[in-house]
């Protein structure tokens, strides 16, 4: 059975950091990309980067520059270093494993991030 669980959310300041972190258990995590994405009020679900396994990143405009994903494959963790934190950064954040040919996609819970201004 595949879990992922955030952690590492919480309330900072503009200008701040946050390190999130998402431990996945089950065999996929060596196979399978990963990926964070958040949510906030009334908005969609947005994609803010993607690891996989090489590791091969990509990071959405937005979000370059500030945030560093990471993957521990002793671990089984992702992790997403943000910096230079806004307050449209607030949002809930999740992680994911990707869906891609021959893994399917899941989900974590998810963690609230909140940046004041």
């Known amino acids: 059975q595949v879990q992922l669980v955030e952690s590492g959310g919480g309330s900072v300041q503009a200008g701040g950091s946050l390190k999130l972190s998402c431990k996945i258990s089950?065999?996929?995590?060596?196979?399978?990309?990963m990926g964070w994405y958040r949510q906030a009020p009334g908005k969609q679900r947005e994609l803010l980067s993607t690891?996989?396994?090489?590791?091969?990143?990509t990071y959405i405009d937005s979000v370059k520059g500030r945030f560093t994903i990471s993957r521990d494959n002793d671990r089984n963790t992702v992790d997403l270093q943000m910096t230079g934190l806004k307050p449209e950064d607030t949002a809930v954040y999740y992680c994911?494993?990707?869906?891609?040919?021959?893994?399917?996609?899941?989900w974590g819970q998810g963690t609230q991030v909140t940046v004041s201004s």
């Open positions: 994911a494993v990707m869906a891609t040919p021959g893994c399917s996609r899941y």
């Open positions: 089950g065999d996929i995590f060596n196979r399978c990309a």
């Open positions: 690891i996989n396994k090489d590791p091969i990143i």
